[in-house]
C-alpha cells in the first residue's frame, strides 16, 4: 500500500545535526512531491517547505532557511531533512507528507508516522 | 505564526453536530482551496477534507466542508467519541513566493 516510513527517534546535543528520512513505497516516488511539516511539543503544524522529487530542487518556508536542508535519493524512494547547529527549540516531531497528486492537487494526502528529534544536553 | 485562526476547542455530545470555522484571508483562503486534518492523540495527521468539501476515500460522510470568501467551516454531524481529535484547516497562500499555512488547530472533545 501507499505509505511513508520514516527513521526513529533522535536525541542529540545542541550543535550538532540529525538526518531524518522518509522512504516512499506504493506509489511512484517522482509523481508527487515531498513536504516537511514541524510540530513542537503541545504545538500545531507547522511547514517548513517541500522539495520537487524531480528536479531536486528545495524551497523553504521562512524560518526554516539556512539550518535546514531538504534531500533525495531517488534511487531508493527516499526524502531527507537534514537539520544542522541544532538548538532546543528544534525539539519537534517532523513529519514528511506527499502532495501534488492528479486528484487531490493541493493537500497533503499521506504523512510519514513522524519523528522525534530531541536536543538535550 | 499560523495566518488562519481557528476556535481553540469545540465539544458536544455523541450524535450532536460540531462546527469549526477557519477565518484567513484574500491571499489564502480567499484564493485557494481549504484542507482539513484530523489528528487523533499520538498519531500522524489524516487527510480529512480537501477541495473546500471533497472527501478522500474512507472518511465518513459525517465529515463536511463548506468556503466562504476568506472563511472555511468543518461540520461533524453524528459525533462519535473518535472523533475526539484535534482538528487543523489548511491552504496554500499565494504571498511570499507561496507557503503552505496551517490553521491554530482546534481541540474537540466528546463529553
Known amino acids: 500500500q501507499v505509505q511513508l516510513v520514516q527513521s526513529g527517534s533522535e536525541l542529540k546535543k545542541p550543535g550538532a545535526s540529525v538526518k531524518v528520512s522518509c522512504k516512499a513505497s506504493g506509489y511512484t516516488f517522482t509523481s508527487y512531491a515531498m513536504n516537511w511539516v514541524r510540530q513542537a511539543p503541545g504545538q500545531g503544524l507547522e511547514w517548513m517547505g517541500w522539495?520537487?522529487?524531480?528536479?531536486?530542487?528545495?524551497t523553504y518556508a521562512q524560518g526554516f532557511t539556512g539550518r535546514f536542508v531538504f534531500s533525495l535519493d531517488t534511487s531508493v524512494s527516499t526524502a531527507y531533512l537534514q537539520i544542522s547547529s541544532l538548538k532546543a527549540e528544534d525539539t519537534a516531531v517532523y513529519y514528511c507528507?506527499?502532495?501534488?497528486?492528479?486528484?487531490?492537487?493541493?493537500?497533503?494526502?499521506?504523512w510519514g508516522q513522524g519523528t522525534m528529534v530531541t536536543v538535550s544536553s | 505564526q499560523s495566518v488562519l485562526t481557528q476556535p481553540p476547542s469545540a465539544s458536544g455530545t455523541p450524535g450532536q453536530r460540531v462546527t469549526i470555522s477557519c477565518s484567513g484571508s484574500s491571499s489564502n483562503i480567499g484564493s485557494n482551496t481549504v484542507n482539513w486534518y484530523q489528528q487523533l492523540p499520538g498519531t500522524a495527521p489524516k487527510l480529512l477534507i480537501y477541495s473546500n468539501n471533497q472527501r478522500p476515500s474512507g472518511v465518513p460522510d459525517r465529515f463536511s466542508g463548506s468556503k466562504s470568501g476568506t472563511s472555511a467551516s468543518l461540520a461533524i454531524s453524528g459525533l462519535q467519541s473518535e472523533d475526539e481529535a484535534d482538528y487543523y484547516c489548511?491552504?496554500?497562500?499565494?504571498?511570499?513566493?507561496?507557503?503552505?499555512?496551517f490553521g491554530t488547530g482546534t481541540k474537540v472533545t466528546v463529553l
Open positions: 489548511a491552504a496554500w497562500d499565494d504571498s511570499l513566493n507561496g507557503l503552505y499555512v
Open positions: 507528507a506527499r502532495s501534488g497528486g492528479v486528484i487531490v492537487t493541493d493537500a497533503f494526502d499521506i
Open positions: 522539495i520537487n522529487t524531480n528536479t531536486g530542487n528545495p
